[in-house]
């Protein structure tokens, strides 16, 4: 298996299926690749005995990482990046964790996620910073950042991964893969919660080829007992939209944002770039001097629902484990703060005003068939840019010691979390409030060798549509021959 790395998680489940190699043969590449790489990487944080079961199902014998963040394994802590959870062992097996296993994936491993997947990047205190293949220096983005780097250095071909405010598509665009997140509804969670987020979040893959994410999909899709509605489900196969031809789509380009007034020229040339050869493909592509929607307004929603969502993990985590305050960040213990803080007539203000967003993308829809962005408004940051400076870190420890949660709101400590968390990608949480699907499709790299993903947000169901045009697009321009530079050093 000396080509290991080069095969996508459909082809490695043909090689098994046909007996040209064994599921233990493939185990034993992906831990030769996981010793190999990860020290560098970080992007594997918990390694795992494969459940013993015999190989079946459309993946059988393929190795996979799940993301530690609620993909729970029977027995196995899911730490979500906290302290606080790192040795609690999970009841029960999540829904979508339970399918991969049927599917026949051999699960080894968990990856690096930051603490409650708050952060779109992964530099969690408990497991340390991943970092990028394509330059370690740098961040894998988040929060399925481990997951992002152990797919770019070869480690799986495909990994869990899952999408809040952008966490599938964040870091697939720092690490030159592809990143779908569905749209709501479509992937159950359960058995022990029903909606991530409040319907705003969904798991999902990162992947290096279009189709692997499309026969995921038929993997994970489908209601269970427990869901909260039936969202209708594709009329045939996922697996089936990759070789079809969208069509002449009608795409409106818009790299403006509200949020960051100033995104960097690289972000802007992915987003041209990806414009271009859509128009070289024969698609229709306006560019677009506003956003169609209410950025600004949009963010604020979105903050209110997350800082409340924080306290909420934050308390549910002290209850399952008996940790104090301790346990946790400074960061996480502020925006959990700062939700407790929330008003409930505030929150559920932000929850209604999800439907003013959707009713505007919606409009946008009856005349544009996609919205192109730059999946993020920056090449992946450094690691450890978004530190906070000492006497930032101080003013803060002292606040939350006094329990001055409105205090906090009042502080560069609150401005310094907006910019850093939603500064760099301000265009992702769009989808997820609008439970629309978004893809991050890998078509252009800096000159310094840093990926920067193009997003298309589709309308409601539409996952069909975006998966015929990123097929369309590979075929147009491959990426999976790119490799990052790690095996050079």
Not at 210 to 221: C, F, G, I, N, P
Not at 234 to 245: C, I, K, L, N, S
Not at 395 to 419: D, K, N, W
Request: proline share 10%.
């Amino acid at each position: 298996m000396d080509d290991y790395p080069d095969h996508d998680a459909v082809s490695l489940a043909a090689l098994v299926r046909d007996g040209h190699v064994t599921p233990a043969e493939l185990l034993e590449a992906a831990r030769a690749r996981l010793a190999q790489v990860n020290p560098r990487l970080n992007a594997v944080v918990r390694e795992l005995e494969p459940p013993a079961r015999a190989p079946d199902g459309p993946f059988a014998g393929v190795p996979f990482l799940i993301k530690d963040l609620h993909q729970d394994l029977a027995g196995t802590p899911t730490s979500g990046g906290s302290r606080s959870m790192a040795a609690v062992p999970a009841a029960e097996t999540s829904t979508v964790v339970q399918r991969w296993l049927d599917a026949g994936l051999v699960v080894f491993g968990k990856t690096n996620t930051p603490e409650f997947g708050a952060k779109g990047i992964t530099e969690p205190h408990l497991f340390g910073a991943a970092r990028n293949p394509w330059n370690t220096g740098h961040t894998p983005g988040g929060s399925s950042g481990g997951a992002a780097a152990a797919v770019a250095a070869g480690i799986v071909p495909c990994a869990g991964a899952s999408d809040g405010g952008g966490s599938i598509r964040i870091p697939a665009s720092a690490c030159g893969l592809f990143g779908l997140k569905p749209s709501r509804g479509l992937i159950p969670a359960g058995p022990s919660r029903a909606e991530g987020l409040g319907g705003t979040a969904t798991d999902g893959v990162i992947s290096r080829s279009v189709r692997d994410t499309a026969a995921m999909l038929d993997v994970l899709s489908g209601p269970t007992p427990l869901s909260p509605y039936l969202a209708a489900g594709p009329e045939t196969p996922f697996a089936g939209e990759v070789g079809r031809d969208p069509g002449r789509l009608r795409i409106a380009l818009c790299t403006a944002s509200a949020i960051n007034p100033a995104p960097h020229p690289e972000a802007v040339a992915a987003a041209h770039a990806a414009g271009d050869l859509l128009d070289e493909l024969g698609h229709e592509v306006v560019e677009l001097p506003t956003q169609p929607f209410d950025d600004a307004a949009l963010a604020r929603d979105f903050l209110t629902s997350w800082f409340v969502s924080c306290a909420h993990s934050m308390a549910e985590c002290k209850a399952a484990s008996g940790a104090g305050d301790a346990a946790f960040e400074p960061d996480t213990r502020t925006m959990a703060a700062l939700g407790r803080a929330t008003s409930p007539v505030d929150l559920v203000r932000a929850i209604e005003r999800r439907h003013e967003h959707t009713r505007r993308l919606a409009a946008f829809h009856e005349s544009y068939d996609l919205l192109l962005t730059p999946a993020t408004a920056t090449p992946p940051p450094r690691i450890g840019a978004f530190d906070s400076p000492a006497p930032l870190r101080a003013a803060q420890r002292a606040l939350l010691a006094a329990g001055a949660a409105g205090l906090l709101r009042h502080t560069p400590v609150v401005e310094r979390l907006i910019s850093d968390n939603l500064g760099w990608v301000p265009y992702t949480q769009l989808a997820n409030l609008t439970g629309r699907p978004a893809m991050s499709v890998p078509l252009h790299w800096t000159p310094d060798g840093l990926p920067i993903g193009a997003q298309f947000v589709g309308r409601l169901g539409a996952d069909g549509v975006l998966l015929r045009l990123a097929g369309q697009l590979e075929r147009a321009r491959p990426w999976a021959d790119r490799r990052p530079p790690l095996d050079q050093v």
